[in-house]
């Protein structure tokens, strides 16, 4: 738990990847759900490779049941990308 607090509390966006959690970890369960359900913690939803493990974001997406969790996914992850759409403007 004092991981996940200085991640809280230094801000730090957290990928999951739960597919090769299962695969390539080989969890029994991904760490997604107990990630998500740490107050203030920033997660935003990944894959590994998804060419060698056929998944793409948006099956992984299929998997978060709660739709609050999938809009914090995806809120988390705009923010936290590093990929700025043409309408940005340049990066200053």
């Known amino acids: 738990m004092l991981v996940l607090r ?3 509390r230094r801000r730090i966006v957290v990928e999951s990847c739960p597919t090769s959690n299962l695969v390539v970890a080989n969890l029994d369960q991904p760490p997604l759900l107990t990630l ?8 935003a939803l990944a894959t590994d490779d998804p060419g060698f493990l056929g998944v793409f974001p948006r099956a992984e997406l ?3 049941v709660r739709q ?9 992850a705009a923010q936290a990308s590093f990929v700025r759409r043409a309408e940005d403007g340049p990066a200053s």
């Open 36 to 43: 998500l359900e740490t107050a203030d913690l920033r997660v």
């Open 68 to 76: 609050e969790y999938r809009e914090r996914l995806l809120a988390t």
């Open 6 to 8: 200085e991640l809280v």
């Open 62 to 64: 299929r998997h978060v």
